[in-house]
């Protein structure tokens, strides 16, 4: 049977009398696909299968289980507490309608029945649970959009930062596994210094994870300095160093320019980025570059990546200088406490500086780049 394209609703009745079965099956059955059973049990069955009823028409008095316990049932099953149920009962008593109603019932009608009536009643009933499933699967079909575009959203923010970070790697002939310890480094930190209540509002999991997907462009600047400077085999002499140590305000500045052209009032997914490239050479003291900040004035990031930063050149071989222990880097990280570095991220390294070692084997650069003492 058909309703216009669709197949003809399913409706169930449920009464012990055969008589009621038989009138309320030839009323409907022109119109709808019946199913009918002669108990709760039974009813409980063909609700709870594979191709349910659109709609239940429901007697109360019934041996056994009776119409009340049913609907109880029904509404307590996730697989069936959708589907409409109507009482259809010789009880008139108006207590008796709102125990029904309060049950989850969505009308109540009594008998002897009007044929109309009954008509119009699951006619309308069936219109309102064909708008509510519309509904709930345009809200499922929304909610999985929404999860798609984010996961596109996510991967074009990755896309973009990996694009930009390896742009950097290829002028810089000291990176090799450099950006990846790094990025390793600060989010060891980040995840340690997390319960502190100094950090844990800016230290969320999301937070986190950007900051680690951040680290890399740290050096992002450095494609905007001369190759007879930023690939000199040697010490840079005083000149040369001041041009280098331009880098910093280079790759915050490029960054800043790609958020002007994002649309948005928040914070933009590159602020990190943006933060780290400017603020890594950053000392506590106000020693550093390239804008002399000191203590908290220096965003947090930049903080972290100071120390993830100086710790992996300490342990890296160069041709200025042999690789350190890392028992050395750790030593020389502990004089910097309070000067070079945030004294609190500093007890924190200290306390578990060991995922650092862990770290730089797990990451170690090939012979040709140099070597990290394990």
């Known amino acids: 049977m058909m309703q216009g394209n669709k197949p003809a609703a399913t409706i169930l009745v449920v009464d012990d009398t055969p008589e009621n079965l038989s009138l309320m099956s030839d009323l409907l059955r022109d119109t709808y696909r019946v199913k009918v059973a002669t108990g709760g049990e039974k009813a409980l069955r063909i609700a709870r299968a594979a191709e349910p009823p659109d709609l239940i028409l429901l007697d109360v008095m019934m041996p056994g289980m009776d119409g009340y316990e049913v609907c109880r049932q029904l509404k307590a099953d996730r697989s069936t507490a959708a589907i409409p149920v109507i009482f259809l009962t010789a009880r008139s008593d108006p207590e008796d309608e709102r125990k029904g109603l309060d049950l989850g019932a969505v009308d109540y009608i009594t008998k002897p029945i009007s044929p109309a009536l009954v008509m119009a009643r699951v006619r309308n009933h069936l219109s309102l649970k064909s708008h509510t499933d519309f509904l709930k699967d345009k809200a499922v079909w929304l909610e999985r959009e929404v999860r798609n575009r984010t996961r596109d959203i996510s991967r074009m923010k990755e896309v973009t930062i990996v694009a930009m970070a390896t742009l950097a790697e290829t002028r810089d002939n000291e990176t090799g596994n450099h950006i990846r310890r790094t990025?390793?480094?600060?989010?060891?930190?980040?995840?340690?210094?997390?319960?502190?209540?100094?950090?844990?509002?800016?230290?969320?999991?999301?937070?986190?994870?950007?900051?680690?997907?951040?680290?890399?462009?740290?050096?992002?600047?450095?494609?905007?300095?001369?190759?007879?400077?930023?690939?000199?085999?040697?010490?840079?002499?005083?000149?040369?160093?001041?041009?280098?140590?331009?880098?910093?305000?280079?790759?915050?500045?490029?960054?800043?320019?790609?958020?002007?052209?994002?649309?948005?009032?928040?914070?933009?997914?590159?602020?990190?980025?943006?933060?780290?490239?400017?603020?890594?050479?950053?000392?506590?003291?106000?020693?550093?570059?390239?804008?002399?900040?000191?203590?908290?004035?220096?965003?947090?990031?930049?903080?972290?990546?100071?120390?993830?930063?100086?710790?992996?050149?300490?342990?890296?071989?160069?041709?200025?200088?042999?690789?350190?222990?890392?028992?050395?880097?750790?030593?020389?990280?502990?004089?910097?406490?309070?000067?070079?570095?945030?004294?609190?991220?500093?007890?924190?390294?200290?306390?578990?500086?060991?995922?650092?070692?862990?770290?730089?084997?797990?990451?170690?650069?090939?012979?040709?780049?140099g070597t990290v003492d394990a």
């Open 183 to 369: 990025q390793n480094y600060v989010k060891a930190l980040a995840e340690d210094l997390a319960p502190l209540p100094a950090f844990s509002k800016e230290l969320t999991p999301s937070n986190i994870d950007l900051l680690f997907k951040s680290a890399p462009l740290h050096d992002i600047g450095k494609v905007g300095i001369p190759d007879a400077i930023l690939l000199k085999p040697g010490r840079l002499t005083a000149e040369e160093f001041t041009i280098m140590k331009t880098h910093a305000a280079l790759g915050a500045e490029a960054i800043r320019e790609a958020e002007t052209m994002l649309d948005s009032a928040e914070p933009s997914f590159l602020r990190y980025a943006r933060e780290i490239a400017e603020y890594h050479h950053e000392k506590w003291d106000g020693s550093g570059y390239p804008h002399g900040l000191a203590g908290e004035e220096i965003p947090l990031s930049g903080r972290l990546m100071a120390l993830a930063d100086v710790y992996d050149a300490l342990i890296s071989k160069r041709c200025y200088k042999p690789a350190w222990t890392h028992e050395q880097a750790v030593d020389m990280i502990r004089e910097g406490r309070g000067t070079h570095f945030d004294p609190r991220i500093v007890d924190v390294f200290l306390g578990m500086s060991e995922r650092f070692r862990d770290i730089a084997t797990r990451f170690r650069d090939d012979v040709a780049q």
